[in-house]
């Protein structure tokens, strides 16, 4: 800057000198340091909203931003504005859109749900929606509740992996990068107002944007909440890099507060250590001594393959499922003393032994001989497997593993009922992994997904050509959410494959059958939009149920209603709602002896809310339709 000054004192005329200092100071004063980035608007489009006047609307298969405002209807025909210049188009031709950052008001339209846990209160989400808007909802739903958030994002590579305004980003775009982050920037803000006061946020990423994402993560959730940046090892290398093949990607973790996150199961939950050895003392837990997953072939390590006895007497070797020859995690002398301390568990499992080691819960104040280090390095090569025992093909590309997303969770959570979100969910990984968590270890844990319903841009042009088009049933039940996400999650806890058949195999490190499926419940949602003047008069109270549900903390089957009463009690979901006040006393009357932690009350004053909640003794009361206008409605997106 020096230089500049310099240059600026060598001016002669007065005035000019003057005029030109004074622009260069507003420039010096707005000078940034670090992570600089144009911020460009988003737009969404939304397919189910109707045009009317006023509406912000883009031509179906144009660019998005590129955005007409409709000044006048006749019919089927649309009279709209854009640069003072009038277009006339057919209704079919436009699309409601959104600039991110304007009020818009959502709601959640059951599109399918699966049930294998009838007697189970915990529901898991999916959520078709683009990932923004679902996230605004959520922070009304969830603000400061989620312990973990896991995010593959789209790794910004050039190759046109990901869309931005409906168009694909390539390597030839000079705002490639400042899209990425702008896009990042809104979403990672949102997350960070997720995460409790123990959370942790969890981000894959490679060498395209890993350098980017530091500083943007740094900028929100602050340097000093960064954790970790892990190494994970791929299932192989990447040849089409120039000089070397690449054989890792990055993992990123923040806490929300490093002083109060906790890394790593919690020691002193005995349900994370569900054995009691009464020879120690001790509870503990145990994990398959045969080595599984890569290198765990006897040609991998000749060494590790050896006999050890079994409790009849018989020699037991590490065979692998297939009768192919293992091998074992430990050398021979440390399986001896291991045999020596009875650190060592052998059940019988169809006739053949199999052996654990034995893991104890460390004592108070004793720390876990469990580290889990920053080179993750197990070559996670499960992930596009067990897609192709779904859906019989590769359904979907690159999906992450399960093996890694559930070491990711181990790592994340200490709470056995921890809130885990994914709102870049892909295939629906986390959710898979948050079920064989819990089925191995009895937790209850809560996964939330979100991911939109893109189809390929080969289905795209296949659709278009047969005149099909976004909003078309054809169209969006090939798209990623419906075709991918929601069937792997009812396949994978029904225990099928997308035909009805079996699974086949168990799951990478553990004796659990694939078919058997899991204990689990789950509901899919499509993120749709309301209007303000509906939400205000009342009407909308069948469209709000569902986010009642969920503000209520989704207990048990999300309810319906054909008929509308003046209130309703809904006690296995432990919420109520009153909507005509003249029936308050029958309301009360009706509440008695109910397990209601919540109740939703339609009246116009915070005052009387806040009366009938103290009289009804609950612990947690809204007001219907005003608290959702004042506090749901979707904004402040821009930078």
């Avoid at 145990?286 to 997953?293: A, E, P």
């Avoid at 089925?439 to 047969?466: F, M, P, Y």
Wanted: charged share 30%; net charge neutral.
């Amino acid at each position: 800057m020096s230089a500049l000054d310099d240059l600026i004192r060598e001016i002669q005329d007065d005035d000019l000198r003057g005029r030109i200092k004074a622009e260069f100071d507003k420039l010096r004063k707005r000078k940034k340091f670090g992570l600089v980035f144009e911020s460009g608007i988003e737009v969404t489009p939304l397919y189910n909203v109707p045009v009317k006047l006023g509406s912000l609307v883009a031509k179906k298969f144009g660019r998005l931003d590129e955005i007409f405002k409709v000044t006048n209807i006749d019919g089927d025909k649309i009279f709209c504005l854009r640069d003072k210049e009038i277009f006339t188009f057919s209704r079919a031709d436009l699309i409601v859109v959104s600039r991110l950052g304007e009020p818009i008001y959502p709601t959640l339209t059951k599109l399918d749900e699966v049930c294998n846990a009838p007697d189970s209160e915990l529901w898991h989400v999916l959520i078709e929606a683009e990932n923004f808007h679902a996230l605004q909802l959520l922070k009304y739903l969830y603000a400061g509740k989620v312990d973990c958030i896991y995010i593959d994002p789209p790794y910004n590579t050039g190759a046109r992996d990901w869309k931005y305004n409906n168009d694909y980003v390539d390597a030839a775009d000079n705002f490639r990068h400042s899209k990425w982050l702008s896009m990042m920037e809104r979403r990672l803000q949102l997350a960070k107002e997720l995460l409790s006061a123990g959370g942790a946020i969890f981000i894959s990423i490679d060498d395209n944007e890993q350098a980017t994402l530091k500083l943007l993560c740094d900028k929100i959730f602050g340097y000093k909440n960064f954790v970790a940046k892990f190494c994970v090892k791929r299932s192989g290398g990447r040849q089409d890099s120039k000089f070397f093949a690449v054989v890792n990607e990055f993992l990123f973790c923040y806490a929300r507060n490093t002083q109060t996150f906790k890394a790593g199961e919690d020691v002193n939950n005995n349900e994370n250590y569900p054995k009691f050895d009464a020879e120690h003392g001790r509870n503990y837990k145990t994990q398959l001594l045969r080595k599984w997953g890569a290198n765990s072939r006897r040609v991998d390590r000749p060494n590790l393959f050896y006999s050890i006895p079994a409790p009849d007497g018989s020699a037991l070797y590490p065979m692998l499922s297939n009768n192919a020859e293992g091998r074992w995690r430990w050398s021979k002398n440390k399986m001896q003393q291991a045999l020596d301390d009875g650190l060592i568990e052998f059940v019988k499992k169809n006739g053949e032994w199999v052996a654990y080691e034995k893991i104890y819960q460390p004592l108070e104040g004793e720390e876990s001989t469990k580290k889990f280090t920053t080179w993750l390095d197990e070559n996670f090569s499960d992930g596009a497997e067990l897609v192709k025992n779904i859906f019989a093909d590769n359904a979907f590309a690159y999906p992450k593993a399960l093996s890694l997303i559930k070491k990711i969770l181990q790592m994340a959570t200490t709470k056995p009922d921890a809130l885990i979100v994914d709102f870049f969910a892909g295939s629906g990984t986390t959710l898979h992994a948050v079920n064989l968590l819990n089925a191995q270890d009895g937790g209850k844990r809560r996964c939330i997904l979100v991911t939109n319903n893109e189809v390929s841009d080969a289905e795209a042009k296949r659709l278009t050509a047969e005149g099909y088009t976004p909003a078309d049933d054809t169209w969006q039940n090939l798209g990623v959410a419906r075709h991918v996400t929601w069937q792997r999650t009812v396949c994978s806890i029904e225990g099928h494959d997308i035909n009805g058949a079996p699974l086949k195999g168990n799951y990478l490190g553990t004796e659990i059958p694939m078919a058997d499926g899991f204990k689990s419940n789950a509901i899919f949602f499509k993120l749709d939009y309301l209007d303000r003047n509906d939400v205000a008069l009342g009407k909308s109270f069948k469209e709000l149920l569902a986010v009642m549900w969920l503000t209520a903390g989704g207990f048990g089957k999300c309810p319906t209603l054909e008929e509308i009463p003046p209130f309703k009690i809904f006690p296995a979901n432990k919420f109520a709602v009153l909507l005509d006040e003249k029936y308050f006393k029958e309301f009360s009357e009706a509440l008695r002896g109910a397990e209601i932690e919540t109740i939703f009350i339609a009246t116009g004053s915070k005052a009387a809310l806040n009366k009938m909640r103290e009289l009804l003794n609950v612990p947690k009361a809204f007001r219907l339709y005003g608290d959702y206008l004042k506090n749901i409605k979707l904004k402040g997106a821009r930078r």
